[in-house]
């Protein structure tokens, strides 16, 4: 299809009915048995494995139009054996999850006998909206299926032929297994006002999941007439109370920093308490600094640590994905918590200390989707959290939070059984 | 304040100052302790019933500017010492509902020792806007706080002053307590252009609820930046199956229908087997006329009732609110369920059979809020859940569906212990 070709009419119809056939797939897909998705899942992880040639080719053709992408957008367009291997395999783990929809979550008797039995069911049609990683293409279309759920999936224009090539495959598993195969389709033209069409089309989609850069992100929330499940900066933080541990202290900061930077739940500020900024904060930084990692930090760290940089405002807001950090010495829990839920982006922050009502406070009162004691930021990741798959990390509260999984891509109804009551 | 004398940009200033403050508001309310909560809540209570004069002066005023307005819309606005000591009881029966703030709804333990909690928590500030009865400003601000959450109310202007005094009272409530009295906040102006501005105030409102009729609904919808907890018409079916108990028929039919027509949970529409026409829906259609109510009915129920009127297409979608049924004879439960959810409203919906098999069909597959089996649309209700109160019955499929009580108000977060552990 010629994109340059088409009307923006054009486009609006072919999107709308995109969505009518999804939302005809999701119909009967909110009915499918569990054994059903599961085998249907299973036969696209089956065909994804077999066709690996031609995605790999596919793929080519993607990374040749390419030359002009920075070295780390190419790394993330590139599939490669094992990274088709690896979709495959992610799609097959999703097939074996226990299946969300079906499930009563509660169930009471009122004084009038009524049973009344709050039940998981599907969403309907759920839009994603993504940008560079063509892996995405299976993985979103997965998750949302094993959730009863149609797929409307958009790419970016960099990944067109790779993500046609993955979803061709995926959908010949799943007719194989006979699923619908409109259960997941794609928008097949790289015309951006598709994405427009997307986001008003209210009628056939229930949700939109955006995944990629703030740019698109902001975009999306700003246009679409859906709701978003929103996953803004991850700007997390780690604190260390002056009753941390300074071993565990070590250990947690350099992990949440170093262990991979480029994730959204790495540590991008940290904040210690004046009372061990000698004894704790000073080989911290030693350590990272050792790691190759760049600090930027107030006045205080400077003093401590003349290799620190000085950090500027924007440095506490900034989530920055690579090898720095942003350090401050605060006077104690107050202010730490002050600093996160005021600067911070509600996304992930973890607090390093031995005294548990310490640690009880930050829990309650850092306003972020994961608040976690003595452990990592880099746990923030549906896998970690035993969801055996996740979406993303929704930073909204509407709806869901935090790591997005199969559960989370559900809704619920009230089924209530009576023996013949009526409402006084 | 004179609306009048306002420009547009000074509108939107207020209405910003106005979210500034309910943030602020919502910040303190989120850790407000569970008695603190029930405490202000028992004293708004107390300052409505003893403010009973000053507010029924405030509603003479609306009451003698609302000449023009129909019989049941003066009929909604009107207060005396009975409604307001029923919405003083209302806000008093909300203060002893349980918190559902800090209740930890899941708990489980990873491999690696991290012990993850998720725990409820307010969403933050709720928008609501509605319509004619005022009472709604202290129904919905109580709920609002019960779950932590500052609310900002808009109602209509014609209930302005009434509005205003029965919020002035429910706030002098509130600080008594020590609960900050912006945790309820009313838009003082009646321009219309204040709705607008709030619909758009995304960093202050988290989510928006009107209540009102169709109109407001979809300006709401239409218009919102914000995520909106919708409220669509309430197209209720009752479906008389083949294997229905007569008496259970007649009885729930009667009470779905007219024990009060004017309630979102009253039947609309009367599917009954063509195999019972004969046995069943003729002598619920006799028993419906001899309670006044009009029958609009398709060919073969003309038939058997000839005082029904002919049906059009529009009747099968039309809310009546009113002592009007629509009726049609199906072949079956499959033809039922379409109907249901073709030209439903994904509200409420019943079927009466005392065949358990066709029951479950009939639950599983109709796409709606609440689904019940021989018991009456009328049970649809936040109080009839056990709730205690509701802000509303959403029909959305997001965060919430079917009544939306307190629970419904809140978010949740994850707060994860551990001890030391980081990510491999």
Chains 1, 2 share one sequence.
Not at 84 to 98: E, F, H, Q, T
Not at 357 to 363: C, E, G, P, R, T
Not at 402 to 410: I, M, R, S
Request: hydrophobic share 45%; with cysteine.
């Amino acid at each position: 299809m010629n994109a340059l070709a088409q009307t923006p009419g054009s486009v609006e119809a072919e999107v709308r009915e995109i969505g009518r056939r999804a939302r005809a797939a999701a119909e009967r897909l909110a009915l499918a048995s569990s054994d059903a998705k599961r085998q249907g899942l299973a036969a696209a992880a089956e065909t994804l494995r077999a066709d690996m040639g031609r995605i790999i080719e596919a793929n080519r053709r993607d990374m040749e139009a390419a030359g002009e992408l920075s070295a780390p957008m190419r790394d993330r367009l590139l599939l490669d054996e094992k990274r088709v291997r690896g979709m495959a395999d992610g799609v097959a783990i999703v097939a074996d999850l226990p299946d969300p929809v079906g499930e009563v979550t509660a169930r009471w008797t009122r004084p009038n006998g009524l049973v009344i039995e709050r039940v998981r069911v599907p969403l309907g049609v759920i839009g994603i909206i993504y940008e560079s990683r063509p892996n995405v293409t299976a993985d979103a279309a997965s998750l949302c299926i094993k959730a009863g759920n149609a797929a409307i999936l958009r790419g970016g224009s960099e990944s067109f032929h790779s993500s046609a090539a993955i979803l061709a495959s995926f959908r010949r598993g799943l007719a194989a297994a006979g699923l619908p195969e409109d259960a997941a389709q794609s928008i097949p033209t790289r015309d951006r006002a598709a994405v427009g069409a997307m986001l008003r089309l209210t009628d056939f989609i229930d949700v939109i999941v955006p995944r990629g850069g703030k740019g698109l992100i902001a975009r999306v929330i700003e246009e679409s007439r859906i709701p978003v499940l929103k996953h803004l900066d991850g700007n997390c933080h780690v604190y260390v109370h002056a009753a941390a541990d300074l071993a565990t202290a070590r250990a947690v900061v350099m992990n949440a920093k170093m262990r991979r930077t480029s994730v959204c739940g790495a540590a991008e500020s940290l904040l210690c308490d004046r009372a061990v900024a000698e004894t704790h904060l000073k080989p911290i930084l030693a350590d990272l600094i050792a790691a190759g990692c760049e600090i930027r930090g107030d006045a205080e760290t400077r003093q401590l640590e003349p290799r620190a940089r000085p950090a500027t405002e924007e440095d506490w807001t900034t989530e920055y994905l690579d090898a720095i950090l942003a350090v401050r010495v605060v006077d104690g829990l107050e202010q730490a918590i002050d600093h996160v839920n005021r600067l911070g982006s509600h996304h992930t922050d973890s607090i390093l200390t031995e005294d548990e009502a310490a640690a009880q406070k930050f829990l309650a009162e850092v306003d972020s989707a994961i608040v976690l004691h003595n452990a990592s930021t880099q746990f923030a990741d549906g896998g970690e959290f035993g969801f055996g798959a996740e979406i993303g990390i929704s930073t909204g509260k509407l709806h869901a939070r935090g790591p997005v999984g199969a559960a989370e891509l559900t809704s619920y109804k009230y089924a209530v059984h009576g023996t013949g009551q009526v409402r006084p």
